[in-house]
């Protein structure tokens, strides 16, 4: 038997086989057989459909880049015959890589990885990651297209991600979408960082006169926010806040002068520096003073 106008069609998992046949009389029956093994030990067999003289076999959930040894048995009614051992490949998958996300922050992340193309047959259409604050996430969730190529060769990408929530665990792989499916890379996640309150140290008080004082503080840490006011706040009661009397000096980190003024003399002080981020307000201990006693000028005889 003679068989003309052969294609072959490969996949990751499968291989189609068509045709057509020149015999002299019609077959009754045609039949796949493949096999890992040079000798065709272990093969298995999948039946051909038949229209005509035109013939279609498929064979599936095969291995993925894997050499398979096959040949074609014919049944004419009355034996049955088969064609010479020939080779067939499946195509390889591309090997897609997630890579440890780098530079995460409390809204943000770099996301890396590669995708590693060894079989010209796939068409890379797409490449990126998709990510999620559940498991396994995959082209349902957020997704991330970092451009195309098509063809072999190694192709590193990355991107930044934005708007994310801060201490919240994510979920990422990296992806590569070719004309035969999507590839995914293995599961990774990172967690942003938690916002915290900000650490204050309340600083001396000096220049005490009967109305004014000076104190200040040291922001020591933002907290991982942004520290957007800081001062000190101050009260004749313990425990001052920023509900009483206070200062604004600036914002972000590191040290800071205020003034207080318009004071009563001869009285009893408590101040405390703060700083607010958006977590809130922290406040540094609490100092005491107390502002200088007017008296009778004293007159020489």
């Known amino acids: 038997m003679e068989i003309k106008n052969e294609r072959v069609e490969r996949g990751w998992d499968y291989l189609k086989f068509f045709g057509e046949y020149s015999y002299p009389q019609d077959l009754e029956g045609m039949k796949f057989y493949l096999s890992e093994n040079a000798d065709m030990s272990g093969a298995k067999s999948y039946s051909c459909v038949l229209e005509g003289r035109d013939f279609a076999c498929e064979a599936t959930d095969l291995k993925t880049g894997k050499k398979y040894h096959y040949y074609i048995e014919y049944d004419n009614g009355y034996e049955k015959h088969k064609n010479e051992v020939a080779i067939l490949n499946t195509v390889a998958k591309p090997v897609v890589?997630?890579?440890t996300a780098t530079d995460v922050t409390v809204a943000s992340a770099f996301l890396n990885g590669s995708v590693t193309n060894s079989d010209a047959a796939?068409?890379?259409q797409s490449r990126g990651f998709c990510w999620s604050t559940s498991q396994n996430?995959?082209?349902d969730d957020e997704v991330v297209n970092n451009g195309s190529s098509s063809g072999t060769g190694t192709s590193t990408f990355t991107h930044?991600?934005?708007n994310l929530t801060e201490n919240t665990t994510y979920y990422y792989r990296a992806y590569t979408t070719t004309n035969y499916g999507t590839v995914y890379g293995e599961e990774k996640s990172f967690k942003t960082v938690e916002i915290t309150m900000p650490a204050v140290a309340t600083s001396s008080v000096t220049d005490i006169t009967a109305t004014s004082a000076k104190?200040?503080?040291n922001?020591?840490?933002?907290?991982?926010g942004t520290v957007t006011a800081r001062g000190v706040c101050w009260s004749t009661n313990p425990n001052p806040t920023i509900n009483d009397n206070k200062t604004t000096d600036g914002s972000g980190t590191g040290s800071f002068t205020s003034n207080l003024t318009n004071l009563t003399e001869n009285t009893a002080y408590y101040v405390r520096a703060y700083a607010t981020n958006e977590k809130g307000t922290s406040y540094g201990e609490e100092k005491s003073f107390k502002t200088v006693e007017i008296t009778m000028p004293a007159?020489?005889?």
Not at 219 to 224: L, P, W
């Open 160 to 162: 930044k991600l934005e």
């Open 299 to 301: 007159v020489a005889t």
């Open 122 to 124: 796939n068409k890379i």
């Open 137 to 139: 996430p995959d082209m």
């Open 219 to 224: 922001v020591t840490s933002d907290g991982n």
């Open 97 to 99: 890589t997630t890579k």
């Open 215 to 217: 104190c200040g503080g």
